[in-house]
C-alpha cells in the first residue's frame, strides 16, 4: 500500500508501516494533518501495551463480535486514519457481520469524505454511507454531527474506532450501543463505551472478524451470554494496568510470546 520500502526484517516493521500508510493518506487527501499527531499517540500507547493484544483486549473483541452479529443495524464508521490505516479490514469486517460503512470525520470537508468514500470503493466496498449527511446527532456541535438518516442516526449499534470523547458522549446519550478502539484507556470515547477494546486498530479488526466468523453460526443465546458477561469496568481497568505496569499486568501474550 505503501511506496516506501520498509524491510520485514526491521523490528518494528509494523509500526513503521503504519506511519507510512497515515503519511500516504494525508498525502492523498484522505487522512486529516490532525491524523499524524493522533498516530504518534497511539503508537506511544501501544509501545507501553507491549504492542500486542491483551487477553483482556481478546475479550472485548469477542464482545464487539457479539454485539454487532445481535444488532439490527450495525454501522462502522470511518475517518480518516481509518480508511489510510486498514481499509481492506473494515470492509471485510463490515461483511462478515452485515454492518453498513460510513464515513464520519471530525475536520469534515465534503472533498474528503468523498476522497474516503472512494477510497473505500476502491477497495472493494458496496454502499459507503456518509456522503449525504441528511441527519444530526443531537446535542453535538462539532461536524461529527452529520450522519445519514438511514445510517449512523438509524443504527443499534456503532463500531467508532479512533476518534474524540463528543461523539462518543452524543451516541449514548442516543440509546446507541457504542464499541470503541482506542489505544487510551484514559481517553473519554473508550470511557464512554459499552465495549472499550483498548488495542491497535491494526490488531483489534482483524481479530474481531476472526471471532465473528468463529460465532456467526452461533445460537442467540451464546451471542447474548457474550455480551452479557462482558465487563467495561474491568477491560478499562486492566487495560490502564498493562499500560503502567509496562505491559506485564499478569497477561500472557496472544500472538504467543
Ligand atoms: O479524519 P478525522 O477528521 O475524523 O480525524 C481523525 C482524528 C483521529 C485525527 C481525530 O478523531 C482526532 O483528533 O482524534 P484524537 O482526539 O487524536 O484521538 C484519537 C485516539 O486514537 C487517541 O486516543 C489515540 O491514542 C488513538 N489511536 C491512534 N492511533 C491508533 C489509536 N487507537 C487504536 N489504534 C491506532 N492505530
Redesign the pocket.
Known sequence: MSDVEVPESHPRYEQLL?RHRIEDGVEQGI??P??L???G???A??YLLGERTTESADRAERAAAAHLLLADHPVISV???VAA?CPEAVIELAEVVGADLEV?????TDE?VHAIADHLRDHGAGEVKGETADARIPGLDSE?AKVDADGIYDADVVLV????GDRAEALGAMGKTEIV????PL?R?PRMAAVPIV????R?VPNIIDHARDLRDAPREELERIVAEFDREAALADAERAIREGGSAGESMLDGE
Open positions: 503504519t487522512t486529516s490532525q491524523g499527531i493522533a498516530e499517540r497511539g503508537e500507547f501501544d475517518n480518516g486514519n490505516l464520519n470525520i471530525f475536520n469534515r474528503r461529527r474506532p479512533l476518534e474524540d478502539i482506542d489505544l487510551n481517553s470515547s488495542d491497535n486498530i491494526m483489534a
